[in-house]
């Protein structure tokens, strides 16, 4: 059993450009998020979904984007990366958007955008 | 908006010592709270979680009581190992029901258990 598979593991990136970071479950979990962590500051909230073709936006949304064609994948694009947004990132699903189904975490996709 | 303050960090402890991190949250309404831990080159695990208020949740030998009246959660484990060296995170997820999974996370706590 995978659980959540995040791609790449470590990313370099210049200024400016784009990439994608990919997410996939396959416990046919509804609900699909994006989470950064950076140091002092815990994880917050970049995007979620609570099901294919619904997204919406979370703490800090500005920069990204994500799409949800499918109930496994999520990816995750940064359209012009920024010194800002180098962090490690987080995807994490449940069964459901309710309070009793617990978030399962990938192992993480570490950027540098330099 | 909703918050969670942890204790400051790092905690560093001798094997077998008792373990305190100190979590405060300011939210609306009644949250769900949850302790969540990291370990090295991984993502979160959900450790625990209480519900409702009084509600005490365990796991692994761990231990946190929701406290409406001082709002906070405090993770406790009476006797630590080396294995239990991660960052634990305090979240609460709210309570109404557009909340879903959204948690908010305080900022880590990373412990260090010493042989």
């Known amino acids: 059993n995978a659980g959540v598979t995040q791609t790449p593991k470590f990313q370099v990136l210049k200024t400016g450009q784009s990439m994608t970071l990919q997410c996939a479950q396959d416990?046919?979990?509804?609900?699909m998020s994006w989470y950064r962590q950076d140091p002092g500051m815990g994880l917050r909230l970049i995007h979620y979904?609570?099901?294919?073709?619904?997204?919406d936006q979370g703490e800090v949304p500005n920069g990204y984007n994500v799409s949800r064609s499918t109930t496994e994948d999520f990816p995750l694009r940064l359209l012009s990366a920024a010194p800002s947004q180098t962090s490690v990132y987080f995807c994490?699903?449940?069964?459901?958007?309710?309070?009793?189904?617990?978030?399962?975490f990938g192992n993480g996709t570490r950027l540098t955008v330099t | 908006g909703d918050s969670v303050t942890q204790m400051e960090g790092p905690v560093t402890l001798s094997e077998e010592a008792f373990l305190t991190i100190n979590c405060t949250y300011t939210?609306?309404?009644?949250?769900?709270l949850f302790w969540y831990v990291q370990y090295p080159g991984e993502g979160l695990q959900l450790l625990l979680k209480?519900?409702?208020?009084?509600d005490k949740g365990s796991n692994k030998g761990f231990e946190a009581t929701y406290r409406k009246e001082t709002t906070s959660f405090h993770l406790e484990k009476g006797s630590v190992q080396v294995s239990d060296s991660a960052v634990y995170f305090c979240?609460?997820?709210?309570?109404?029901?557009?909340?879903?999974?959204?948690?908010?996370f305080g900022e880590g706590t990373q412990l260090t258990v010493n042989p």
């Open positions: 979904s609570v099901g294919a073709g619904i997204t």
């Open positions: 994490a699903s449940s069964y459901s958007w309710g309070l009793n189904s617990p978030l399962h």
């Open positions: 979240a609460l997820s709210g309570r109404q029901e557009t909340s879903g999974s959204r948690l908010t």
């Open positions: 416990m046919n979990h509804e609900y």
């Open positions: 209480a519900t409702k208020a009084d």
């Open positions: 939210a609306t309404g009644y949250p769900s």
